[in-house]
């Protein structure tokens, strides 16, 4: 069955210093994969796509089938990155599987 | 530009009361889903459609109904509320299969039922 984890409901950074936000998945087919980010106050949008290979916004997300990973990361935190953050998985089927998303906060 | 627009945004509901969840969209997408968001979880899918007319469950159905008469409407019926319907509703829309175009989402209507 297809699973999508992310195994930190919260994580603080410092800005300007580095941000990863874990994602593991689960999954016997070929994953494509997502992240989509809610601002506060909005809602919830694409932030960007594996298949696309995108950077957006600075963050940029590698797809690991070693170790079944999709780690969203950015070099240098900004304020505005401050969200909860979704990675999500298309099993292939007319539906995304969300993680239970990270809620990231950038501390001045 | 409306994009996906849900109402209401809030509701309360007594146990055992219906109610219809609206969602409407202006982009002429095909595919039209409805997620349910329990604090501290991820989004569960409860129906999806890929055209008027076509509709389908998805992981948690039990205790809802939808319909898709229009391309651009796709209500969420709920006839007997109970306390496990408590969540956060929200509706999305895609121009073809999600995996390919992404979703766009509506701002979510916050169910409680007591």
């Known amino acids: 069955a297809q699973r999508v984890t992310q195994p930190e409901k919260l994580l603080s950074v410092f800005k300007g210093a580095p941000v990863e936000l874990k994602c593991n998945y689960s999954?016997?087919?070929?994953?494509?994969l997502f992240w989509y980010v809610q601002y506060s106050r909005q809602r919830l949008q694409l932030l960007l796509r594996?298949?696309s290979r995108e950077s957006i916004k600075g963050f940029t997300a590698d797809l690991n089938k070693g170790e079944t990973s999709f780690h969203l990361k950015k070099p240098f935190a900004q304020e505005e990155d401050s969200a909860m953050y979704y990675c999500?998985?298309?099993?292939?089927?007319?539906?995304?599987?969300f993680g239970t998303g990270t809620r990231l906060t950038v501390i001045p | 530009n409306a994009g996906v627009t849900q109402t209401p945004k809030f509701r309360i509901l007594k146990i055992g009361q219906s109610m219809t969840l609206q969602c409407a969209q202006d982009?002429?997408?095909?595919?039209m889903y409805w997620y349910r968001q329990d604090p501290g979880m991820g989004l569960k899918l409860i129906y999806y459609?890929?055209?008027?007319?076509?509709?389908d469950k998805g992981e948690v159905p039990n205790g809802y109904n939808v319909s898709r008469s229009t391309t651009e409407d796709f209500p969420l019926r709920l006839e007997l509320a109970a306390p496990s319907q408590t969540s956060v509703y929200f509706c999305?829309?895609?121009?073809?299969?999600?995996?390919?175009?992404?979703?766009?989402f509506g701002s979510g209507t916050r169910l409680t039922v007591v």
């Open positions: 999305a829309s895609s121009l073809g299969r999600g995996a390919n175009y992404g979703y766009t």
């Open positions: 999954y016997s087919g070929s994953p494509e």
């Open positions: 594996h298949i």
């Open positions: 999500a998985l298309a099993p292939g089927a007319n539906n995304l599987f």
């Open positions: 982009m002429n997408h095909n595919y």
């Open positions: 459609s890929v055209g008027a007319g076509i509709t």
